[in-house]
C-alpha cells in the first residue's frame, strides 16, 4: 500500500508547536510503517515569518527558521500550496492569536483541514462559530480541537459522544485549568508566596502565553463556553459569571511586562485567602456548567482537603460529568491538564484521526471510480 502524505501548515511554533514537530520526527516511522501516513511540514510560522520549504535545505528546521524565515500573509501560504501542488493539507493552530482565526475559512476554502490548540475560533460570538460550521460542511473538511478542554485529556469527545447518544447532561464542574491547578495545589501544600509559584507555572509552559489570561478566569470561561456549546446551547462568553483572580490595579496594567514586574502584588490577598479559610481546607479555582439552571460560572471556592478536588496534585485537571443516566455518581475525567507535552500528543491525535479520514475519502473514491 502506498504512503498517504500530509502536509501540515503550522501556526506557532512556542511550546506547543515545537513539541508537535518534536514528536513527528520522533513518531515517523512508526506511522509509516503502524499507518502508511507521512505527515510533514512544509510551512511553519511564528507570529510573523514563515519558513517556506525548498529543495536541497536539509538542516534541522529550527536552523532552517532562524535562516531563511521571511514575512508573509496567509495568502502568500495559500497561493504557495498551490504552486507546488501539495494535496492533503491541515492547518495545525498551535498559537493563542485572536488575529489567525479568521484565516481559517479563507483556508477551508482552499483545502485546508483544521486543528487547532487555539480556543479562540470556538468561543468568538456565534455567528462565526456557525459560518465556520457552515464551510466546514460546503467544503467538506474537518475542525478537531479536543486539546481546547484538558490538554491532551478526552474532554470534549465525550461530552460530543454522551450529546450526540441522546445522554441528557445536567452539570459539568471542576477544575479545567492546569496552570491554575498547578498554582493552587502547589500554594496550598507549600509555604511560597503565590507569585512565586505563579513565575514557576510560566517557566514551565503550563499558563497561556499571557498568564493574565488564566487568572482573569478568561481562560477557563473560554473551556465552559466550548463544552456548552458542545452540547448544543447557544451561550456568549458575556453569559459566563466570572471571579478574576486579578486584582483591580492589576488588570488594568496593559502590558505583560508591566504584570510581570507587579505581579507580587497578588501575595497578600491570597495568602490572606489561605489562612482564613476554615481548617484542612485548601483554595481550588473552579469552572461550572449548570444545565438545570442554564447558567456557567467561574469561581475561587474553598474545598476539604480530602475532598476529590482538596486532593489534587501537579497540573493535573479534574472534570466531573453529571447525567441522567449516570444519576449522582458523575463521569469523572482527571490527568494533566497542561504541558507541551501532553497538549502536542493531543493535536497529534487529532492531526491522525484528521488523516484518517483523508485515507478513507481517498478509498471511497477510489471505489467509486471502479463501479
Ligand atoms: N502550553 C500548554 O500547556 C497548553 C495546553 C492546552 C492548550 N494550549 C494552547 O496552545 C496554544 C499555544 O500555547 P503555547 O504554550 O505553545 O504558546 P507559546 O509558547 O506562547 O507559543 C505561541 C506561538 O504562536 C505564535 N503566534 C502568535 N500569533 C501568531 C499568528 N498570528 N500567526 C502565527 N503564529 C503566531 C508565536 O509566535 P511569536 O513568538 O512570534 O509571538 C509562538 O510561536 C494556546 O492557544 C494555548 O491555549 C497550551
Redesign the pocket.
Known amino acids: 500500500m502506498s504512503n498517504l502524505r500530509i502536509n501540515i501548515v503550522l501556526?506557532?511554533?512556542?511550546?506547543?508547536?515545537s513539541e508537535l514537530i518534536s514528536q513527528v520526527l520522533e513518531s515517523q516511522q512508526f506511522f509509516l510503517q503502524n499507518k502508511n501516513i507521512e505527515l510533514r511540514f512544509p510551512i511553519i510560522?511564528?507570529?510573523?515569518l514563515a519558513f517556506f520549504e525548498k529543495d536541497g535545505i536539509k538542516n534541522k528546521w529550527e536552523a532552517n527558521f532562524v535562516q531563511a524565515a521571511i514575512p508573509f500573509r496567509i495568502e502568500d501560504i495559500i497561493e504557495y500550496v498551490k504552486d507546488q501542488q501539495l494535496e492533503n493539507l491541515i492547518a495545525v493552530d498551535?498559537?493563542?492569536?485572536d488575529?489567525?482565526i479568521q484565516s481559517y475559512i479563507p483556508l477551508i476554502q482552499n483545502g485546508f483541514h483544521i486543528v487547532a490548540?487555539?480556543?479562540k475560533a470556538n468561543t468568538l460570538h456565534h455567528a462565526f462559530y456557525n459560518e465556520l460550521r457552515r464551510n466546514l460542511k460546503k467544503f467538506d473538511k474537518l475542525f478537531l480541537y479536543e486539546?481546547?478542554v484538558g490538554?491532551g485529556l478526552p474532554v470534549i469527545n465525550t461530552i460530543k459522544s454522551l450529546h450526540e447518544s441522546g445522554e441528557k447532561i445536567t452539570k459539568i464542574r471542576g477544575v479545567f485549568s492546569?496552570s491554575l491547578s498547578y498554582i493552587f495545589n502547589r500554594f496550598g501544600s507549600e509555604e511560597v508566596p503565590f507569585s512565586e509559584i505563579l513565575s514557576a507555572a510560566e517557566k514551565l509552559?503550563?499558563t497561556?502565553?499571557d498568564a493574565r489570561e488564566d487568572l482573569s478566569g478568561n481562560?477557563v470561561a473560554r473551556k465552559l463556553l466550548i463544552l456548552a456549546r458542545e452540547i448544543g446551547l447557544p451561550f456568549e462568553f458575556s453569559d459566563v459569571k466570572i471571579t478574576s483572580l486579578l486584582l483591580p490595579n492589576l488588570n488594568e496594567l496593559n502590558t505583560k511586562a508591566e504584570f510581570s514586574v507587579n505581579k507580587a502584588l497578588l501575595n497578600k490577598p491570597y495568602q490572606v485567602a489561605k489562612i482564613t479559610q476554615s481548617d484542612n481546607h485548601v483554595l481550588r479555582y473552579i469552572g461550572e456548567l449548570d444545565l438545570t439552571q442554564q447558567s456557567l460560572e467561574v469561581k475561587l471556592i474553598s474545598e476539604a482537603k480530602n475532598s476529590a478536588l482538596g486532593q489534587l496534585k501537579g497540573a493535573d485537571n479534574h472534570i466531573e460529568i453529571y447525567t441522567k443516566s449516570y444519576e449522582n455518581q458523575p463521569i469523572v475525567i482527571q490527568g494533566a491538564g497542561?504541558?507541551?507535552k501532553v497538549?502536542a500528543r493531543g493535536v497529534l491525535s487529532d492531526i491522525l484521526k484528521v488523516a484518517e479520514q483523508i485515507k478513507l475519502q481517498k478509498n471511497l473514491l477510489v471505489a467509486v471510480s471502479k463501479i
Open positions: 501556526f506557532g511554533i512556542g511550546n506547543v508547536g510560522t511564528n507570529s510573523t498551535a498559537t493563542a492569536s488575529s489567525i490548540a487555539n480556543k486539546t481546547n490538554a492546569g509552559g503550563l497561556e502565553p481562560d497542561a504541558g507541551k497538549t
